[in-house]
């Protein structure tokens, strides 16, 4: 299965983006779907993470409110819609597939290649 991330772009502070993550093959109902950045010199942080089969979701603090990830079981895709975005969100966004509900990327274990958000001031 390979992921294919993109919808990055340079925009504004207070703009919005929306990233999209298209799986080669069937998404499983047991898998769980995230979005994880990474900014330069700094590690890979969480973002926001969906659940298959349910659609339960979870974000981390920083965007909480701002973003909203979503599914399209169809099309296999997932969606990080990113609102009033931050320079401080600048970063490469990486979309990534785990079997369980974490936060931890080393749960992940497939992951898009990246898509490069940045946010001018």
């Known amino acids: 299965v390979q992921l294919q991330a993109s919808g990055g772009g340079l925009v504004q502070a207070g703009a919005s983006l929306r990233l999209s993550c298209v799986a080669s093959?069937?998404?499983?109902?047991?898998?769980?779907m995230g979005w994880f950045r990474q900014a330069p010199g700094k590690e890979r942080e969480f973002v926001a993470l969906?659940?298959?089969?349910?659609?339960?979701?979870s974000y981390s603090d920083s965007v909480k409110g701002r973003f909203t990830i979503s599914k399209d079981s169809a099309k296999n895709t997932v969606y990080l819609q990113m609102n009033t975005l931050k320079p401080e969100d600048t970063a490469v966004y990486y979309c990534?597939?785990?079997?369980?509900?974490?936060?931890?990327?080393?749960?992940?274990?497939?992951w898009g290649q990246g898509t490069q958000v940045t946010v001018s001031s």
């Open positions: 093959s069937r998404i499983f109902s047991s898998a769980v």
């Open positions: 969906i659940r298959w089969s349910t659609g339960i979701s």
């Open positions: 990534a597939w785990a079997s369980s509900y974490s936060r931890d990327p080393r749960e992940y274990f497939r």
